[in-house]
């Protein structure tokens, strides 16, 4: 079993639609990065955080410890958003970044 | 203020042949870290390093190496490639271990 697991693999959306990327961990956790990778490779870091939520223009990310789950949400999703997300905790026993498999997010016009 | 650079972006090689990976990270960031994406893995964690030290290694062969300068830049490179090295690798810089980590654009390297 993967220490860090998302859900969904791939999500496929309309223009406008509410979208809700999950990423659970087995691990203990400093903090939890949601990035950002589009097609040709680049990656952006979206949010670090540790605890509670933090809002970056339309998207909102949430952390809860005691659960071991964070949610990245996209509000009124444009094509734009079509990316790849990808959930890493800063956790286990060197204390470097372990990466969930990745959500392949397409928005539709 | 510039972001991380990596270079070459693209490079193919031969199996058996060695390569070094350069990586210059955001000015004022001590910390380095690399990765290794490819399909069926994901984004594996290489190495890091903070202060020309290294301060963690993931699970990979000892064909893989690294290092860091006084500048803070890092290289690494691989030895006796193979086929299945070929992969996206990607640093990142932060101002100190497990700050929030930027990334470069990555290396994109293909082993014939």
């Known amino acids: 079993k993967n220490e860090v697991e998302q859900s969904p693999q791939n999500l496929t959306a309309q223009e406008g639609e509410f979208i809700t990327i999950n990423c659970s961990y087995s691990v203990g956790i400093s903090a939890l990065h949601w990035l950002q990778q589009h097609p040709g490779g680049g990656i952006v870091s979206l949010f670090m955080l540790s605890s509670g939520k933090k809002k970056h223009g339309r998207l909102i990310a949430t952390i809860n410890i005691q659960e071991k789950h964070s949610s990245l949400h996209i509000t009124a999703s444009h094509p734009r958003d079509s990316a790849v997300y990808i959930c890493a905790v800063y956790g286990g026993s060197q204390g470097n970044l372990i990466f969930g498999k990745g959500t392949k997010l397409s928005v539709k016009p | 203020k510039a972001g991380v650079t990596q270079t070459p972006r693209y490079l193919i090689k031969t199996r058996g042949q060695q390569v070094t990976l350069s990586c210059s990270p955001i000015?004022?960031?001590?910390?380095v870290s690399w990765y290794q994406q490819t399909p069926g893995q994901g984004l594996q964690f290489l190495f890091e390093?903070?202060?020309?030290?290294?301060?963690n290694k993931g699970n990979f062969p000892g064909r893989f190496s690294g290092r860091q300068f006084s500048n803070s830049r890092s290289e690494m490179n691989v030895s006796t490639l193979e086929l299945g090295d070929s992969a996206l690798y990607l640093c990142?810089?932060?101002?100190?271990?497990?700050?929030?980590?930027?990334f470069g654009p990555g290396t994109r390297l293909t082993v014939t």
């Open positions: 390093y903070f202060s020309e030290t290294q301060r």
């Open positions: 990142a810089s932060t101002l100190r271990p497990s700050y929030e980590q930027y």
């Open positions: 000015s004022g960031h001590r910390s």
